[in-house]
């Protein structure tokens, strides 16, 4: 989680060298969370990097973004009442899979491991493959749904897949999602998020994984 003010990061952007810098916090969600803006915070969010890019034009380039997650039950939603605002940059994420009870929170493969085994048995039958399968076609739904302009943390699942605990990345099958996925993006002209977050999560990596870099 970040620390200080977005003036601090400003300053010490400018103090680094950096010509550019974009602000991506996570968006809201109709429903409560512990990690994502309140909605009723984010036009102060929002109006903030405004000012800060007037204070600081001629020195660094500043940009409004959001990390915003894909959940095909709110789109509408997060149209509305997020998108509506105007952003330089949106990067879309997934932290969510496969379909929620009635007015319960959405299936987080992110919040802890045991979450993530929760949605690997009770959503998926224990079936990794099938997990994957369910993670790189909510992917390509979200490149092609529009809204975004980068995709982050692209290999998300592998979070808890230390000693390749849950699957091989060499696995045929596997590589074979990641192609077809990334195919996808570039046909949309997107970004691919470069997220160092997996350093110190137990995958001990960045994410993407250094051979989806390289493709």
């Not at 990794?128 to 998300?156: C, E, Q, S």
């Not at 390749?164 to 990345?169: A, G, Q």
Request: charged share 20%.
């Amino acid at each position: 989680a970040g620390q200080g003010s977005l003036a601090d990061y400003a300053r010490a952007a400018l103090a680094a060298g950096l010509t550019s810098m974009g602000f991506s916090d996570h968006a809201p969600v109709d429903f409560v969370t512990e990690w994502t803006m309140p909605l009723d915070r984010l036009a102060a969010y929002h109006g903030e990097v405004q000012s800060l890019k007037a204070a600081y034009r001629g020195q660094i380039e500043l940009h409004t973004g959001l990390e915003m997650d894909y959940i095909p039950g709110i789109r509408e939603w997060q149209r509305q009442q997020v998108l509506s605002l105007g952003w330089d940059y949106v990067i879309g994420s997934i932290h969510y899979l496969g379909d929620a009870p009635p007015g319960q929170e959405p299936w987080s493969i992110d919040e802890s491991r045991q979450a993530f085994e929760r949605v690997l048995h009770e959503q998926c039958a224990g079936d990794m493959r099938r997990l994957a399968d369910l993670y790189f076609a909510t992917m390509r739904d979200m490149v092609l749904a529009g809204d975004i302009d980068i995709v982050g943390h692209f290999d998300y699942i592998k979070r808890y897949n230390d000693h390749s605990r849950y699957f091989s990345e060499g696995a045929t099958w596997y590589q074979r999602l990641v192609e077809e996925t990334l195919r996808v993006i570039a046909g949309k002209g997107l970004l691919v998020e470069v997220n160092t977050g997996g350093w110190r999560c137990p995958c001990g990596s960045a994410w993407p994984t250094r051979w989806i870099l390289h493709r």
